[in-house]
């Protein structure tokens, strides 16, 4: 998995980027034909402070491209908004890849 972090207006820290890659573990463990992962983490010049800090995060897996964004006034807790976001589009690709369709049983006479 090719995994890229950068910042728009914004440092990346050490600590913010294991923050993110730790985060991203939980994707890779539902679904691990993760391709690649790429990651914006932006703060965005606004007079209001809510939804001031934005992460943005583009996912190509075997099949398919994912992209989720949140914003919120803590960066961390977009993070976490957008692993969650990220978490339910993996989940839901990954049930609609497997086959539910099961062959009835044969009747014995």
Request: hydrophobic fraction near 35%.
């Amino acid at each position: 998995m090719n995994l890229t972090i950068s910042g728009h207006h914004l440092e990346i820290t050490p600590a913010l980027r294991s923050y993110v890659t730790g985060k991203l573990d939980r994707i890779t463990r539902h679904f691990d034909q993760v391709v690649d992962v790429k990651v914006l983490l932006s703060i965005e010049n606004q007079k209001e402070k809510e939804g001031r800090q934005k992460a943005e995060c583009n996912i190509h897996v075997k099949g398919s491209d994912m992209f989720a964004e949140s914003a919120h006034e803590d960066l961390y807790a977009a993070v976490d908004e957008l692993v969650d976001k990220l978490d339910r589009q993996v989940v839901r690709h990954k049930d609609r890849l497997q086959s539910h369709h099961h062959e009835s049983p044969k009747r014995l006479m």
